[in-house]
């Protein structure tokens, strides 16, 4: 993609401020409680023709990763609500647990992030889920800790949002390469008139979060590329993990280059909390279930060639708590553009908030 210049770049970065607004933003949906490893989120957000709006996402409690189901209940539901009247309140209209999304003999651990998807004949849901049942590579079993399983990427399809029929489940993404072996928290994608499915990788040995792709075709789930995001250098060398693909509203500035996207990305210097030197600089660092938000651009076909905004900090931190700043998205709406991410509380926890742009705003920041 052509390098954008200093003055394109200062203003997706005031568009990028005002969006994600971490002193204005609203809490959308609380976490089950008001205290460290409860959160809801990972989800995205549609908008039918009648402008009935729906978000997703997991409620997440207490737990450990490491150590499977013996330090809590982890991810714990999958959620779908609905808003009608412009996002001004939300609905719970679905409730799924790890029983329900279950399926051919592997039973679901822990549910992470999701995605819907309205196409012609109703919708589609994409949710990653950790599945028992499955062994690590050969040679690699060790590193399997006992109570865990392999992260997969499922698909259920519905008639709408309200009617998913989970006797549709089917897993539509995985991995056996151990550089790659879990799959999970989808990212859907459209740029230059073609539809894309991103999606988080980890290694069997979980040292980093990476960030791959893959087109949505007629056959479904088609070439997965596990290195087209490389991780940065400085705040995100341990973490680099797509979160949400918006459009730049080709206004101002930009009216020249309709197939410029933002890409919004968590990051981290580390998997795990690192020790600070005394006379260090302090500040948020980002770890796995902390991260921090981050911002680039794409105008390559396949979202290829992604130009990092946010090189050496990260761009999104919260005010409050860890600092924590993640899984953020934005949607193009009849009502401008939407924001939601997970934020750090002071009490730790990670509620989903929202914050609003009208068109009339986003011009003006881009002119």
């Given at each position: 993609m052509a390098s954008l210049t200093n003055e394109e770049t200062k203003r997706l970065r005031n568009l990028g401020k005002a969006l994600i607004d971490q002193e204005r933003a609203q809490m959308v949906v609380?976490?089950?409680?008001n205290s460290p490893g409860f959160w809801f989120g990972s989800g995205n957000l549609v908008e039918d023709k009648d402008g009935t709006l729906y978000i997703c996402g997991r409620y997440r409690n207490y737990g450990d990763s490491r150590t499977g189901l013996h330090a809590g209940e982890r991810g714990m539901e999958l959620a779908i609500f609905r808003s009608r009247n412009g996002g001004e309140s939300f609905d719970k209209i679905a409730s799924y647990s790890k029983a329900e999304l279950s399926h051919h003999g592997h039973d679901v651990v822990s549910i992470e992030g999701s995605a819907l998807r309205l196409v012609p004949d109703g919708v589609e849901f994409y949710v990653s889920t950790e599945k028992a049942g499955y062994s690590y590579p050969e040679g690699l079993e060790s590193f399997q800790k006992e109570g865990t399983g392999k992260w997969t990427i499922d698909l259920v399809r519905g008639s709408s949002p309200e009617r998913?029929?989970?006797?549709?489940?089917?897993t539509v993404l995985q991995s056996e390469d151990p550089r790659f072996l879990h799959v999970k928290d989808p990212v859907l994608a459209e740029h230059a008139g073609e539809s894309y499915?991103?999606?988080?990788?980890?290694?069997?040995?979980?040292?980093?979060?990476?960030?791959g792709i893959a087109?949505?075709?007629?056959?479904?789930v088609e070439s997965p590329d596990f290195t087209f995001f490389p991780r940065g250098f400085a705040w995100d060398v341990g973490i680099s993990r797509i979160t949400g693909v918006t459009a730049v509203p080709p206004v101002g500035s930009f009216a020249g280059r309709p197939n410029l996207s933002l890409v919004f990305y968590d990051g981290g210097e580390s998997m795990r909390d690192l020790d600070e030197h005394k006379k260090a600089v302090r500040r948020p660092r980002g770890y796995s279930c902390e991260e921090l938000g981050g911002y680039a651009v794409s105008e390559a076909a396949g979202l290829r060639d992604i130009e990092r905004i946010s090189t050496y900090l990260p761009e999104f931190v919260s005010p409050t708590g860890s600092g924590s700043s993640r899984y953020i998205q934005a949607f193009h709406t009849s009502q401008g553009l939407l924001a939601f991410w997970q934020q750090s509380q002071e009490d730790f926890s990670q509620p989903l908030v929202m914050h609003r742009l009208s068109m009339e705003q986003v011009e003006e920041i881009l002119s």
């Open positions: 609380p976490a089950k409680e998913l029929d989970l006797t549709t489940i089917s499915l991103a999606f988080c990788t980890h290694p069997f040995n979980w040292a980093s979060s990476n960030s087109r949505l075709g007629e056959e479904g």
